[in-house]
């Protein structure tokens, strides 16, 4: 037991004599506060130096543009990095082209001008094509340049037609279309022709510009009209085979044709084999010089005029065609009146190709009638003839 208070009594002492030594040495040497250096952090590392390419725009947007037109655009890439920046042509999407690359090495600060090259070819639609910059700036190694917008016509005119559906024979009757163009130049109307010189008295036509709501309802159009034609009481029974060709300020496009779309109806019809109704066309095939053919059509008269109306033949083309009309019989107890209308190319005839092709022109049939308001019934014949 004495032995360990001896021990603690140690200790003690021990402690005691080192912080007196510790408070006699603070009493020789002063504390001076400003003998303690202050920290000074380490020097921060120097950045590493390397290019950053910028692009002004990377993709351009011509809006509309006419079907094989070509154009360009120059894009603008910068350097904004610390170190040169170096630029090589890559790949291009099949209608692009990189045209000029004015400098391969671009020093910080500086500017390079890219030229791409384009050529609208395809269909009428959304245009997309792209070229690709390969770099040394290691954020962004390839920088894409893309060209979009819409192709179009140029002009263009909705609908494609004057669409007068079936027309009452002996009343007028008016169709509209309108005329756009997405060209820079400003669309005027000079002059206009029929095409088909034989009718073109039987119509008028009229224009006026689109206004500024009619012409926000199509996408990218600049100017354009609305254009009517004006179809007079007369015209002969059938398809109305018209086409109007406007006169332009345009050197894109002279010229506009516009075809009409229609038919004139009345009391009068036709029917049988290989008679369209909504062409006019009467297809009798290829013909047997040694057979010859005969094929018998109905002319149909309702109305108030059924039971008077008489049918004489008119212009026929060509001569190896022979046309008669029989007897008028009442039908369905005389609401309706039938006349046959016999079409023959006898045997022995001549070879021809009356077919309707670019290489030759269809035969016709003209028959005179006394009805008031159908003074003409006409027909186009398609045939050929082989010996």
Same mark, same amino acid.
């Given at each position: 037991m004495k032995a360990w208070h001896g021990m603690g009594l140690a200790v003690a002492l021990g402690i005691l004599g080192g912080v007196g030594i510790s408070l006699l040495r603070i009493h020789l040497v002063p504390w001076d506060p400003h003998e303690i250096q202050p920290m000074v952090a380490e020097p921060a590392a120097k950045l590493s130096t390397r290019p950053k390419v910028a692009i002004d725009q990377?993709?351009?947007?011509?809006?509309?543009?006419?079907?094989?037109?070509?154009?360009?655009?120059?894009?603008?890439?910068?350097?904004?990095?610390?170190?040169?920046?170096?630029?090589?042509?890559?790949g291009t999407s099949c209608s692009c082209t990189l045209s000029e690359l004015n400098q391969r090495v671009v020093a910080p600060g500086k500017s390079a001008k890219v030229t791409v090259q384009w050529k609208s070819k395809g269909e009428w639609g959304p245009y997309r094509q792209s070229a690709t910059i390969l770099t040394n700036d290691p954020d962004n190694p390839?920088?894409?340049? /893309? *060209?979009?917008?819409? @192709?179009?016509?140029?002009?263009?005119?909705?609908?494609?037609?004057?669409?007068? $559906?079936?027309?009452?024979?002996?009343?007028?009757?008016?169709?509209?279309?309108?005329?756009?163009?997405?060209?820079?130049?400003?669309?005027?109307?000079?002059?206009y022709t029929w095409l088909s010189?034989?009718?073109?008295?039987?119509?008028?036509?009229?224009?006026?510009?689109?206004?500024?709501?009619?012409?926000?309802?199509?996408?990218?159009?600049r100017s354009g009209f609305l254009t009517k034609i004006v179809v007079k009481p007369g015209l002969p029974l059938g398809p109305i085979r018209q086409t109007i060709s406007l006169s332009t300020n345009l050197?894109?496009?002279? /010229? *506009?044709?516009?075809? @009409?779309?229609?038919?004139?109806?009345?009391?009068?019809?036709?029917?049988?084999? $290989?008679?369209?109704?909504?062409?006019g066309v009467l297809t009798l095939g290829t013909v047997s010089s040694q057979a010859g053919l005969e094929e018998t059509l109905t002319i149909i008269a309702r109305g108030p005029f059924r039971k008077e109306v008489k049918f004489t033949l008119g212009k026929i083309v060509p001569e190896v065609l022979r046309v008669k009309c029989g007897p008028s019989k009442p039908l369905t107890g005389g609401?309706?009146?039938?006349?046959?209308?016999?079409?023959?190319?006898?045997?022995?005839?001549?070879?021809?190709?009356?077919?309707?092709?670019?290489?030759?022109?269809?035969?016709? *049939?003209?028959?005179?009638?006394?009805?008031?308001?159908?003074?003409?019934?006409?027909?186009?014949?398609s045939f050929a003839v082989e010996g």
């Amino acid at each position: 037991m004495k032995a360990w208070h001896g021990m603690g009594l140690a200790v003690a002492l021990g402690i005691l004599g080192g912080v007196g030594i510790s408070l006699l040495r603070i009493h020789l040497v002063p504390w001076d506060p400003h003998e303690i250096q202050p920290m000074v952090a380490e020097p921060a590392a120097k950045l590493s130096t390397r290019p950053k390419v910028a692009i002004d725009q990377a993709d351009y947007d011509f809006k509309a543009m006419d079907v094989g037109v070509e154009g360009a655009h120059d894009f603008l890439l910068t350097n904004v990095g610390n170190a040169p920046l170096e630029l090589t042509k890559g790949g291009t999407s099949c209608s692009c082209t990189l045209s000029e690359l004015n400098q391969r090495v671009v020093a910080p600060g500086k500017s390079a001008k890219v030229t791409v090259q384009w050529k609208s070819k395809g269909e009428w639609g959304p245009y997309r094509q792209s070229a690709t910059i390969l770099t040394n700036d290691p954020d962004n190694p390839r920088v894409e340049l /893309t *060209i979009t917008g819409r @192709l179009t016509p140029g002009v263009q005119v909705s609908p494609p037609s004057f669409e007068l $559906g079936r027309v009452s024979s002996g009343e007028p009757a008016t169709a509209e279309a309108r005329v756009y163009c997405y060209l820079p130049d400003r669309l005027e109307i000079k002059g206009y022709t029929w095409l088909s010189r034989s009718t073109e008295g039987m119509f008028e036509f009229h224009h006026q510009p689109l206004t500024a709501p009619q012409l926000a309802e199509e996408i990218d159009a600049r100017s354009g009209f609305l254009t009517k034609i004006v179809v007079k009481p007369g015209l002969p029974l059938g398809p109305i085979r018209q086409t109007i060709s406007l006169s332009t300020n345009l050197k894109a496009r002279p /010229t *506009i044709e516009i075809p @009409l779309q229609g038919a004139i109806v009345s009391d009068i019809s036709i029917v049988g084999r $290989g008679w369209d109704v909504e062409t006019g066309v009467l297809t009798l095939g290829t013909v047997s010089s040694q057979a010859g053919l005969e094929e018998t059509l109905t002319i149909i008269a309702r109305g108030p005029f059924r039971k008077e109306v008489k049918f004489t033949l008119g212009k026929i083309v060509p001569e190896v065609l022979r046309v008669k009309c029989g007897p008028s019989k009442p039908l369905t107890g005389g609401t309706v009146y039938c006349t046959p209308l016999i079409i023959q190319i006898p045997k022995g005839s001549h070879s021809g190709n009356f077919l309707g092709t670019k290489q030759s022109r269809c035969g016709e *049939i003209t028959i005179e009638t006394s009805h008031p308001k159908a003074r003409q019934l006409h027909m186009f014949v398609s045939f050929a003839v082989e010996g």
